[in-house]
């Protein structure tokens, strides 16, 4: 069975400073992974996503997440934040098996304070 | 374009009450995946239809059932609606391949079951 943990549910950064949001999945075979964005009262909005070949990938909005397969691990990461970067984040993993059928983490908040 | 569109915005029921949510993919886009989000928890997969047949069930009973038509539009139906439904209900669009796993969000379907 495939699972995500966003082990932090809320975090609070000031405004210019870095991010980082941890993610680990298990999935049983190569995973496809996901970082998405949602603002309150809104649909998910799609950050970055991995396939395969580089670890490192870049997304919208001055994003990046780093694909670790040793820890099963798929951070995100922004060197400074903006104060419209406050919202809730969802990791997600799916695959070649599931096509259209990811599974996502709880989510973690982030507060940006002035 | 536009992009996924989802219909109503939001909706209140009573119990025991039957439901259907409709959504609109993005021009071009076959596949349909359904997702409930439950307040404080991440999406949920409900269904994913993909040239009107149904390709993929998440864990719900079968008071949740959908459908897909030939213009690729599709409904999700809920009946004898319990307090517990009470979610945003997400609608995805996605291509096909690998393109699969890339999910277009709407921006959802608010229902309030009382």
């Known amino acids: 069975a495939q699972s995500v943990t966003q082990p932090d549910i809320h975090i609070t950064v000031s405004e210019g400073a870095s991010l980082e949001l941890r993610c680990n999945y298990s999935?049983?075979?190569?995973?496809?992974l996901f970082w998405y964005v949602q603002s309150p009262g809104q649909g998910l909005q799609l950050l970055l996503k991995?396939?395969?070949?580089?670890?490192l990938v870049q997304g919208i909005k001055g994003f990046e997440a780093e694909f670790k397969r040793s820890q099963s691990s798929f951070n995100l990461r922004k060197p400074s934040v903006h104060w419209s970067d406050a919202a809730e984040y969802f990791c997600?993993?799916?695959?070649?098996?599931?096509?259209?059928?990811?599974?996502f983490g709880d989510g973690t908040t982030l507060t940006v304070k002035p | 374009d536009a992009g996924v569109t989802q219909s109503p915005t939001h909706l209140i029921k009573t119990r025991g009450q039957h439901v259907t949510l409709r959504c609109s993919p993005i021009s071009g886009h076959k596949s349909v995946s359904w997702y409930q989000q439950v307040l404080g928890q991440g999406p949920q997969f409900i269904f994913q239809y993909y040239e009107k047949e149904e390709r993929g069930r998440g864990n719900f009973p079968d008071r949740f059932s959908a459908r897909q038509f030939p213009n690729y539009s599709s409904e999700l139906n809920v009946n004898a609606l319990l307090l517990g439904d009470s979610a945003l209900y997400l609608c995805?669009?996605?291509?096909?391949?690998?393109?699969?796993?890339?999910?277009?969000f709407g921006a959802g379907s608010r229902l309030t079951v009382l």
């Open positions: 997600a993993v799916g695959g070649s098996t599931n096509a259209g059928k990811s599974t």
């Open positions: 995805a669009s996605s291509t096909t391949g690998v393109g699969a796993n890339v999910l277009t």
């Open positions: 999935y049983g075979a190569t995973p496809y």
């Open positions: 991995y396939f395969s070949g580089d670890t």
